[in-house]
């Protein structure tokens, strides 16, 4: 069974990587990733404002009332939270590339073009085989326009892209006013692949304490959803390739996501909940489920369920809509 995808400029054997997370931290368990067979790894994002701080000198003793992010810098965790700064950052990448052969892919996670970009710089000489921007943004003020915040965004790529040589993935919401017309204009800026979708930090409201509370829920397979469909509209429209984030714990998950025109799908929940050998059932049920289905190769898959496939999209996506709220019964 032929399971190759192109991603990234890199020729993987299959799919399934692992995504930005916290399973990069531990060799030991990056090890058993590789050996699970996971495709490419992505390490956890660091944040401009780890970077931000360092270069001005410490983590500890900042003012940064005059910074265009000072309040993101005030209520930023202190240093001992993080489990790898800037420099140490830089020493994982060094120690993952001599422990493991699958390609390593840094991640960068900013709001601003600003001179922590050059920090990309230092992930590139340090060994890193890829890099993904995870443009991390949820606009809050009304005086800030749709155009401005895509603007911001275009910024960060081409100053990456004017500093680096690796390829770049840009990991988006999927908030956009028009999210296709966006994803052409990052095309065109030099992105060398999407990332579909990261989530925003969703707090909940302490009623008693009267607190907003900081929580993490890990993602389902109904999760998949809203990122699979997006897939679908974008496949054939942009060429570049696209990875799934979010959403994908079985086989069929998997299948969906690449049914609706993924090249990577990255895999975090389901292998916090079940372990990295989890990876490797999934491929194997993957293989089953192409053979008994008669499919000889991802590429016959790729982008069947798209929108490309139907003759008028709007019209298919407005008949199920209707046909859904008509449908449903108390």
Not at 167 to 182: D, E, I, V, W
Not at 248 to 270: F, L, N, P, R, Y
Not at 308 to 320: G, L, T
């Amino acid at each position: 069974m032929d399971l190759r995808t192109k991603y990234l400029g890199f020729d993987l054997p299959h799919p399934l990587m692992v995504g930005a997370s916290t399973l990069s931290f531990e060799m030991d368990r990056v090890k058993r990733l590789e050996d699970a067979g996971a495709s490419a790894l992505v390490m956890q994002s660091l944040f401009e404002e780890q970077i931000a701080r360092e270069q001005m000198g410490t983590l500890q003793d900042l003012e940064g009332h005059a910074e265009s992010f000072a309040e993101a810098l005030s209520y930023f965790p202190k240093p001992e939270e993080f489990h790898l700064g800037p420099e140490n950052y830089l020493n994982h990448i060094r120690r993952l590339k001599e422990t493991v052969k699958i390609p390593i892919i840094a991640s960068l996670n900013g709001t601003t073009p600003l001179g922590w970009l050059e920090y990309a710089k230092q992930i590139e000489e340090a060994g890193a085989d890829a890099l993904e921007l995870n443009v991390y943004y949820m606009a809050t003020d009304v005086l800030e326009t749709s155009e401005a915040v895509e603007r911001r965004t275009l910024d960060i790529v081409q100053a990456l892209k004017s500093t680096v040589k690796l390829p770049l993935a840009l990991k988006l919401s999927p908030y956009f006013g028009s999210l296709p017309h966006f994803a052409k204009a990052v095309e065109e800026a030099g992105v060398d692949a999407l990332v579909l979708f990261n989530r925003f930090f969703q707090p909940d409201i302490d009623i008693e304490n009267l607190e907003v509370t900081p929580k993490i829920e890990l993602s389902g397979s109904q999760t998949l959803r809203l990122r699979a469909q997006w897939l679908a509209v974008l496949f054939g429209q942009i060429q570049l390739p696209m990875a799934v984030s979010g959403g994908v714990h079985t086989a069929e998950d998997a299948i969906k996501a690449i049914m609706a025109g993924a090249s990577g799908v990255q895999m975090v929940s389901a292998l916090y909940k079940h372990g990295p050998e989890h990876l490797a059932k999934v491929r194997e049920a993957l293989i089953r489920w192409m053979e008994e289905h008669e499919y000889e190769s991802l590429d016959q898959m790729r982008g069947s369920m798209s929108l490309q496939k139907c003759p008028n999209p709007s019209a298919f996506e407005r008949a199920n809509y209707m046909r859904v709220l008509s449908g449903w019964r108390l």
